[in-house]
Every structure is written in structure tokens, then in C-alpha cells.
């Protein structure tokens, strides 16, 4: 899987949009991006997900670039709530062809919501 | 549709005791991962596995350790002889075996 670079941490106004960048040079043709984010102490929580388009979900919106070298997670309205570590992984899709395997974790950026 | 359930969710044990952690995924589910999160470390893949079959357990350390995931019931992390080290944050994740994968809350060892 190709590797993320991502700021160690950030902080956000409650009530603005957060943005966090991942920088992914390497990011193959196959490879998905993915984000999760781990709230203090809690199970990590898949947020989303995206290839080459922009997606939006009820939690959040991914931007990739076009070159697909980069990506940004957007939280339009951030809460007290969502403050955690939040990371980007980059990995191969599931499904029968493969790519099911482990994800690897690499040290996210703490997102801190200031009110 | 219940999320991915771990049990116990705290769990202590005395050196050389064994520990054994259970992971029900969600329904429909049959790919299970098990991760462990070191005190103030990342998260770290450790086995993959699908019903009755061990995928993939490049992760799992070479001894005492062993993970099962049966045709009925919990998979099951198993830690034999358990030392301080071992202490740490164990979790569960569920998946179709396509894109996403669904944690559990985990399960806390504390090694003493």
C-alpha cells in the first residue's frame, strides 16, 4: 500500500469546516484512499471513502486532486465531537479480487475542535 | 442491525495467564481483523480471517498468540501465558470482505 504523509495536528473552530490533508505521491492506479477517524479510547470509525471522484457522505466529503497525489477529508460544520485522530489510508479495494487485507494505521493528525 | 460486539470489554490477567478475547462481527459479515493499539502507539493489523480459514497473519506475533474464527460462533483472539507487554487495547473489525471495515469498541488487557 503507498504511504500517507498527513500534519500531526490541526485545530478547528466549532462550527467552521475542518480540512485535513494527506499527501499520497505514490498512490498506484488500484489503490482507494480511505478515511477513518478514532475518538479517545474508541474503535476507529470508517468516515469514508474514494477513488478518483469526489464523494460526500452524511459525515463528510473527500476531495482527491487530479492527479490523485493528494486528497483533503472536509467536516463542513465541526463539533466538539469531532475531535480525534483522523486518518488516511491508501489501499488496493476489497471485493474478489483481492485487497482485502489489514489496514495500515500510520500516526493521523489529532483534530482538535477549540469552541 | 447490531454493530460489531467485543466481549469482555475490560479484561485482566496475571502474568502467565491466558487471555481470550471475543470478536462477534456484524451480520452478514465473514472477513474478521484483529488489531492491538499499544499505550500511546497506532493501531496494528495482526491476523485477518474468514470463516474456519487464517488469510492472512503476517501481523501476529510468532508466539503465543493464535486467532481463530469458527463456522459458528465468536472469532477468538488467544493469548497464552500473557506478559506486561501484552497490555494493551485489542480490537475487532468486521468486514463484506469489499471497502470497509466495522470496529468494534475493543477490549482492554491489562497484564499485571
Known amino acids: 500500500d503507498a504511504k500517507t504523509t498527513q500534519p500531526t495536528s490541526m485545530d478547528c473552530a466549532e462550527g467552521r469546516a475542518a480540512n485535513l490533508p494527506c499527501n499520497h505521491s505514490t498512490i498506484s492506479g488500484n489503490e482507494y484512499v480511505y478515511w477513518y477517524r478514532q475518538i479517545h479510547s474508541q474503535g476507529p470509525q470508517y468516515i469514508i471513502h474514494?477513488?478518483?471522484n469526489n464523494e460526500t457522505n452524511e459525515m463528510a466529503s473527500l476531495i482527491i486532486t487530479e492527479d490523485r497525489k493528494s486528497s483533503t477529508l472536509i467536516l463542513p460544520h465541526a463539533t466538539l465531537r469531532d475531535t480525534a485522530v483522523y486518518y488516511c489510508i491508501v489501499r488496493v479495494a476489497g471485493g474478489s479480487g483481492g485487497g482485502a487485507d489489514g489496514l495500515t494505521f500510520g500516526k493521523g493528525t489529532h483534530l482538535i475542535i477549540q469552541p | 442491525n447490531a454493530g460489531v460486539m467485543q466481549n469482555p470489554r475490560h479484561l485482566v490477567r496475571r502474568r502467565g495467564q491466558e487471555a481470550r478475547l471475543r470478536c462477534s462481527p456484524m451480520k452478514g459479515h465473514s472477513h474478521v481483523y484483529w488489531y492491538r493499539q499499544l499505550p500511546e502507539e497506532g493501531l496494528k493489523f495482526m491476523v485477518y480471517l474468514q470463516k474456519e480459514n487464517i488469510i492472512d497473519e503476517s501481523g501476529m506475533p510468532k508466539e503465543r498468540f493464535s486467532a481463530e474464527f469458527p463456522k459458528e460462533g465468536p472469532s477468538i483472539l488467544r493469548i497464552q501465558q500473557v506478559v506486561r507487554g501484552d497490555s494493551a487495547a485489542y480490537f475487532c473489525a468486521s468486514a463484506t470482505g469489499s471497502y470497509e471495515q466495522y470496529f468494534g469498541p475493543g477490549t482492554r488487557l491489562t497484564v499485571t
Open positions: 474514494g477513488l478518483k
